[in-house]
């Protein structure tokens, strides 16, 4: 059994005893990373008379100038030889940022076709990725899934580290080739050694992962209103003394989203590749549930950092963005989040760079309603005085509390709930009646969730009756409502309407809205 930097007795002794023919210059193709899309990167070593040495130019960062010693070993330990030439890299194009070990693999292949000790043909047409430890052996990188899907449009053959195989394997149309050393590659390249077979990925999984809302004891009222949250797309406000199921029933809101699709799978999937969270999976099915905790800088929430990373509002894409503790955040991370709530994206800009990333997430928060949670406690435990309520309450802006559509009641739950109150709804019956909501809209002819209808379109969409007109005048005056809070109201009695599966707005479905923008009319302030 060979290890995973050696050759066969027989090629080792070959490679001792020959005398390379330089061929000065050679060429292989990789990728770089930039935001959640990869660009290709053509990798140029020239062996020149002089002093052996290894220099890398074309703008690499500090890990990519580290290679040099990365691929002098493993090319050493391999039993290949190093060229005694001055040997120049050039990373093109030279004005596009290399970053990370992603280049090593790549090098260490032009360098021997350089020598003399590769075909350089073999390296036409492929695409190569990986890190190299000293042994030789190529390790896992990150980003192998943007390469893979760019790989679509170009060369079809990418030789990439073993573990990284299976991820590759998700698209479709291209040739994957998994190496486990820098000797193997090698082999293949040259065709003494078969490529490796890489098993097909399983589907993805349809059930969500976290609890069931069957678990939930009472809160009939937070059901209902995180099941209209799902079904029109709108964002959510749990609002509640502590321990009264807030951060439980948020866990379980995944669980009643729809499936996602092959594309949003793919979609997700790409963002954690780039962020090296994939752990070996290597298609995301369930949706993904992002919860950082109330320390989190607007850095960590929207992404960015020396090396650029998306953030939690990006990881939360397609899936759910849980803060918990609201009032808690940093203002400028709160405040941080106004783009991408508002239209699903998060722009990054820098001296030399910026970035765009997806997040399309929903938004589901949780904070008590007082410094110390029991203002809404019918015991009257609150001891609270009202200017630190106002005070607390202050912590969220309004313009953030304009995004979110929701303010749901979370009162806590009372003894006879917890112990003789029959098992809830499961969330499987409960993601069908959203998934048959959202099946109605789109028969209707409206494709984006009815929390992202412009005011333009809330006439084609929001028909009303002329009840509904009055009650909906009546609520404005009585409760000193805003021209925001109706337009809010209006898109959530369309979900409440899609839900009963009826085209015209219908007066309950107004006054069930109105119960869920309680903030508005300071029900309990």
């Not at 032009?110 to 043909?121: C, I, R, V």
């Not at 990006?314 to 803060?323: D, K």
């Not at 337009?487 to 479905?509: G, S, V």
Request: proline share 8%; with cysteine.
């Amino acid at each position: 059994m060979l290890g995973s930097g050696q050759l066969p007795s027989s090629i080792a002794l070959a490679f001792r005893q020959f005398k390379p023919i330089f061929l000065m210059l050679a060429r292989a193709i990789s990728y770089a990373i930039l935001g959640l899309d990869a660009f290709p990167v053509e990798v140029e070593v020239d062996a020149a008379p002089g002093l052996p040495s290894l220099s890398i130019i074309g703008l690499p960062d500090q890990v990519v100038r580290e290679a040099r010693e990365r691929v002098r070993s493993a090319i050493v330990n391999s039993q290949f030889h190093l060229p005694g030439r001055r040997l120049t890299v050039n990373l093109a194009p030279a004005d596009l940022k290399k970053e990370g070990g992603v280049f090593d693999l790549a090098i260490a292949l032009a360098a021997l076709a350089a020598s003399g000790q590769l075909d350089p043909a073999s390296l036409e047409r492929v695409a190569v990725v990986g890190e190299l430890a000293l042994d030789g052996t190529v390790r896992p990188v990150p980003g192998v899934l943007p390469v893979a899907l760019a790989l679509r449009q170009g060369a079809r053959r990418l030789i990439l580290p073993l573990a990284n195989a299976r991820e590759a394997a998700v698209v479709q149309g291209i040739d994957p080739v998994p190496v486990g050393s820098l000797a193997e590659a090698v082999e293949v390249l040259s065709g003494t050694r078969p490529a490796r077979q890489i098993d097909a990925p399983h589907p993805p999984p349809v059930e969500a992962a976290g609890g069931d809302f069957a678990d939930v004891k009472g809160q009939a009222h937070a059901k209902r209103a995180l099941e209209v949250a799902v079904a029109g797309g709108h964002h959510a406000l749990l609002i509640g003394p502590p321990g009264s199921g807030k951060t439980m029933l948020a866990q379980r809101v995944p669980g009643i989203q729809p499936p996602l699709s092959y594309d949003d799978a793919i979609d997700v999937t790409r963002i954690y590749s780039v962020a090296g969270l994939l752990n070996g999976t290597p298609l995301l099915g369930a949706r993904p549930f992002r919860a950082p905790h109330h320390t989190s800088s607007a850095a960590a929430l929207i992404g960015g950092g020396s090396l650029l990373k998306p953030g939690e509002s990006s990881l939360a894409h397609r899936g759910v963005l849980f803060l918990d503790e609201l009032p808690e955040f940093h203002r400028d991370a709160l405040e941080s989040l106004r783009q991408p709530l508002e239209s699903g994206t998060v722009a990054v800009a820098r001296v030399k760079r910026s970035l765009t990333w997806p997040a399309r997430f929903m938004l589901v928060a949780a904070m008590n309603p007082c410094p110390c949670g029991y203002l809404t406690d019918p015991r009257g435990r609150c001891r609270c005085p009202s200017t630190a309520v106002a005070r607390y309450l202050a912590k969220v802006s309004g313009p953030l509390l304009d995004r979110i559509d929701l303010h749901i009641d979370v009162p806590a739950v009372p003894f006879d709930a917890l112990t003789k109150a029959p098992e809830g709804e499961s969330s499987a019956k409960i993601r069908a009646r959203v998934q048959q909501a959202i099946t109605f809209r789109r028969k209707r002819g409206q494709t984006q969730p009815n929390a992202q209808l412009r005011t333009k379109e809330l006439k084609t969409h929001c028909q009303m009756t002329s009840d509904v007109l009055t009650l909906l005048k009546s609520a404005m005056q009585e409760l000193n409502l805003s021209a925001r809070s109706y337009t809010k109201i209006l898109k959530i009695a369309r979900t409440i309407a899609d839900l009963a599966q009826q085209e015209i707005i219908q007066p309950d479905h107004i006054a069930e809205a109105i119960q869920y923008r309680s903030l508005d009319w300071q029900l309990w302030v």
